[in-house]
């Protein structure tokens, strides 16, 4: 299983938000590019990366912060999301040497846009899917809509996405671990891979998932935790590849 931090900047900065509210920040980094080595140097496979202004503004924001990681770490595959709407876009993401773009928002307000860009760049669309109570929100989480997260997870995987980010809200940003059982309830659904996130507090919270990846889960991401000193990053890739060897 795959430990991914995450580098969530806003304003040019490293922050990190409690359930996504954008007035409860916390800066740890004026420089994102030295954070996104620091993680790299500690063994990062993948690093996830949001623009949370741009997931605001509905149009990438920080996007030369985000190419200049890209071009640094060519070997490191990195998932990208925040204000990703249009075609172009995700053609500059890619030309820049982004992995895999996030497709957000607008997987959930429009779902045909979700096949029509899997077609376009097929291996390359992940949906973020974040939740509240089984409900997928929109606009940085500042709107709930109706959405069920298992129904909109089905049609995602018949339309070709790569995988699926799933993010309980209640749970991100507070360290008080993972929703485990809506996590595995979601890979139950689909046979693509879920990434978990929202939550991971400790290695314990790593243990657990690692002994039911089995179930679907292909990775997790890591923000607050690994920022704040409850889990050590480099522990952690280590207990998880520690525990993938003795369940081969």
């Not at 806003?10 to 420089?31: A, H, I």
């Not at 070997?75 to 876009?89: A, M």
Request: with cysteine.
């Amino acid at each position: 299983m795959l430990i991914i931090p995450a580098i969530d900047i806003k304003n040019g900065k490293c922050v990190r938000l409690s359930q996504g509210q954008m007035d409860q920040e916390t800066v740890y980094s004026e420089n994102p590019l030295e954070i996104a080595n620091k993680w790299v140097e500690e063994g990062a496979e993948r690093i996830h990366i949001v623009d949370l202004d741009g997931a605001i503004e509905g149009k990438p924001v920080n996007v030369d912060i985000i190419h200049s990681i890209a071009q640094a770490y060519p070997n490191i595959p990195l998932q990208v999301g925040g204000g990703i709407r249009d075609e172009d876009t995700i053609q500059t993401y890619l030309d820049a040497g982004v992995s895999y773009v996030i497709i957000g928002t607008r997987a959930v307000t429009t779902p045909h846009f979700v096949s029509n860009v899997c077609l376009e760049f097929p291996g390359h669309i992940i949906v973020g899917l974040d939740a509240k109570n089984g409900k997928l929100a929109t606009d940085g989480w500042s709107k709930l809509s109706n959405h069920d997260a298992n129904d909109m997870a089905q049609r995602f995987e018949e339309d070709g996405v790569a995988a699926i980010i799933f993010t309980d809200i209640d749970r991100d940003g507070m360290l008080n671990s993972l929703n485990i059982e809506a996590t595995v309830n979601l890979c139950s659904k689909i046979s693509i891979p879920v990434i978990a996130s929202g939550g991971v507090t400790n290695l314990e919270d790593i243990r657990s998932l690692c002994e039911i990846t089995e179930e679907g889960i292909f990775g997790v991401i890591t923000g607050r935790a690994i920022y704040e000193g409850t889990l050590d990053f480099a522990k952690a890739q280590k207990l998880a590849k520690k525990i993938s060897v003795k369940t081969k």
